[in-house]
């Protein structure tokens, strides 16, 4: 059974910053990863991601604030996000896809809200 525990959100202020963790069961460096937000009432959106190469790409609303990395060593990725918005409120979702698989697999979601 692969899990996908993320950590880190919480409340910020505009112009703030969080950073969001996600540990796996499964090895990252066998995977593409990506963080996936959703905001209440719209659609899940791809926020960054990063293959198993280390390429990372990014949603325009988050290029120059938002960084994907990933520690091989502890099965984790992370989101850092700086010059947090109030649009950046949402749930944030990690996501897996093994090389090895056409699953792809959830964690639970952390919560992001920005607000003064």
């Known amino acids: 059974q692969v899990q996908l525990v993320e950590s880190g959100g919480g409340l910020v202020q505009p112009g703030g910053s969080l950073r969001l963790n996600c540990a796996a069961s499964?090895?990252?460096?066998?995977?593409?990863m990506y963080w996936y937000r959703q905001a209440p009432q719209k659609q899940r959106e791809l926020v960054a991601g990063?293959?198993?190469?280390?390429?990372?790409n990014y949603a325009d609303s988050v290029k120059g604030r938002f960084t994907i990395s990933r520690d091989d060593a502890k099965n984790t990725v992370y989101l850092q996000m700086n010059s947090l918005k109030p649009e950046d409120t949402a749930v944030y979702y990690c996501?897996?896809?093994?090389?090895?698989?056409?699953?792809?697999?959830w964690g639970q979601g952390t919560q992001v809200t920005v607000s003064s």
């Open positions: 996501n897996a896809a093994p090389v090895y698989t056409d699953l792809v697999y």
């Open positions: 499964v090895n990252v460096s066998d995977s593409a």
């Open positions: 990063i293959t198993r190469a280390g390429s990372t």
